[in-house]
């Protein structure tokens, strides 16, 4: 196929390659995750990131048009596996970069210094979309008619819309989901429900759902849109560079990201070291990646167990024997933070090393404070769904420990949209005052049918 990308397991024991035509979710040799590579000499990558600018107004209906249009692949010689007329986009990754002076003055920052990278406005409402658009064009040219995931919700959603929008002579793809009964907000069901997919409510959570799905795309022919998918974590390098786009190409002091799979950390990681690689950046910002209480198994591994990249030499044995222990324990993830209930992340070994390549820090946040740093989201008028708080009650945490600073610069991820899951929001803001930090609950008012007692509320 095209002999610029290619396939790499990532631990320096191994390294084994494989071309980018076969559908693999593992290195069939160790076991361990793979990583897309590329010959770098073969592409032409811009000489600056500047370059990338001209591309928000190409007009016209050319399949370069079109490209440019989505917030992905405007960005393509950063993931050149496929060519401009093979790409599978409905125009994700259209978000930019929001400086939210109200809320940096609210948590002790100065003015100018925070940012919130908005990725509710994908297409269905979450980033995701940043990563399917990059697996169902390596599908496509794969020929794949079958895709599967397991999903707390939006990954669910955001396969099941490319599925029904991919496929051959109108007939679309058959879309698999995966979802913990009972575990999923309903904004995302009823978006794999709509879109079509076969959804398997299956009595279990996603840790069982993500076995399941690996099961069925090793053994049926099934193709796996989780982040085991390594296409998938190419698409979403994208929103660091549109973090960057937002900042005028200057780079940040911190990137802040909840931490469930770890998809996303793996990526944004990725995505730096190779800017800087290819000499396009003169440094790497710092990464704090988020967990909630409940679902904290990376702060586990790095701040407890120590568990570290070691150059590539990392201990996948004790990454298997900790997430056994966790199963003999019957250890299961719990929080409202639902996107982000995940106790054996699977891309743990990348997440490893993006702490070590941006000099991350890891921290967990309670559903309090999950829920009232929601709550201040919306106040200053962005909204999201509860696990991509955890990114603002994170940056609360590093602030009151001094690790960040009120001159810092720093980028909060906001994964996905309020309106994922409105019952976490209504919820919030019908029960009283309480919570200490964060914005109170706004509730409603019962009120008469009478202009005097409503004047009276007014005032
Ligand atoms: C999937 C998801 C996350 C977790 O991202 P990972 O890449 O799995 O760590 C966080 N927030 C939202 C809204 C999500 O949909
Ligand atoms: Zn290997």
């Known amino acids: 196929m095209c002999e610029i990308a290619y396939q790499q397991c990532i631990h320096a024991d191994c390294g084994a390659t494989f071309d980018i035509g076969q559908p693999l979710f593992g290195c069939p040799k160790c076991g361990n995750l793979l990583d897309v590579g590329y010959h770098w000499d073969k592409v032409a990558v811009p000489k600056s990131l500047d370059a990338f600018n001209r591309r928000w107004t190409t007009p016209g209906r050319s399949v370069e048009a079109r490209a440019d249009f989505s917030g992905v692949w405007r960005f393509r010689e950063l993931l050149p596996f496929a060519k401009v007329d093979e790409i599978a986009t409905i125009g994700e990754g259209r978000t930019i970069?929001?400086?939210a002076d109200q809320i940096a003055k609210q948590i002790g920052m100065k003015s100018g210094r925070l940012f919130l990278q908005y990725e509710g406005f994908n297409p269905t409402g979450s980033f995701k979309d940043n990563g399917m658009t990059a697996a169902f064009t390596i599908a496509r040219k794969l020929d794949r008619t079958r895709v599967a995931c397991a999903s707390t919700g939006n990954t669910s959603a955001a396969m099941s819309v490319y599925a029904a929008h991919s496929g051959d002579s109108g007939k679309p793809m058959q879309a698999i989901v995966f979802v913990g009964e009972g575990k999923i907000a309903f904004g995302k069901l009823a978006q794999a429900l709509d879109y079509g997919a076969l959804t398997l409510q299956i009595a279990g959570d996603f840790d069982a759902c993500m076995k399941r799905a690996v099961e069925c795309a090793e053994?049926?022919?099934?193709?796996?849109?989780?982040?085991?998918?390594?296409?998938?974590?190419?698409?979403?390098?994208?929103i660091m560079f549109r973090i960057l786009e937002g900042l005028d190409w200057q780079v940040p002091d911190w990137i802040i990201v909840p931490g469930g799979n770890l998809g996303n950390s793996s990526a944004f990681g990725k995505a730096f070291e190779e800017l800087k690689t290819l000499g396009l950046i003169p440094r790497i910002p710092r990464i704090a990646i988020i967990n909630a209480a409940g679902a904290n198994t990376l702060d586990h591994a790095w701040n407890q167990k120590k568990m570290r990249w070691n150059e590539g030499k990392?201990?996948?044995?004790?990454?298997?024997?900790?997430?056994?222990e966790l199963d003999a324990s019957n250890n299961k993830a719990k929080t409202i933070a639902s996107a982000i209930e995940i106790g054996r992340p699977v891309n743990l070994?990348?997440?490893?090393?993006?702490?070590?390549?941006?000099?991350?820090?890891?921290?967990?946040?309670?559903?309090?404070?999950?829920l009232a740093f929601k709550a201040m989201i919306g106040r200053y008028g962005y909204g999201c769904e509860p696990a991509s708080a955890a990114s603002l009650a994170g940056l609360h945490q590093l602030r009151n420990e001094g690790m960040i600073g009120p001159d810092d610069k720093v980028a909060c991820v906001l994964?996905?949209?309020?309106?994922?899951?409105?019952d976490a929001t209504v919820n919030y803001h019908m029960k009283g005052s309480g919570q200490q930090v964060g914005s109170p609950p706004n509730q409603p008012v019962q009120i008469a049918d009478d202009f005097e007692a409503i004047k009276t509320a007014i005032n």
């Not at 990348?350 to 309670?366: A, H």
């Not at 994964?415 to 409105?422: A, I, R, V």
């Open 97 to 99: 970069l929001q400086q």
């Open 219 to 238: 053994k049926l022919d099934v193709y796996l849109m989780n982040s085991l998918n390594p296409f998938r974590l190419e698409g979403q390098k994208t």
């Open 314 to 324: 990392f201990d996948s044995k004790g990454i298997c024997e900790y997430f056994d």
């Open 349 to 370: 070994a990348k997440g490893l090393r993006t702490l070590d390549v941006m000099n991350g820090v890891v921290r967990t946040v309670t559903d309090e404070e999950i």
């Open 415 to 422: 994964t996905g949209h309020s309106l994922k899951d409105p």
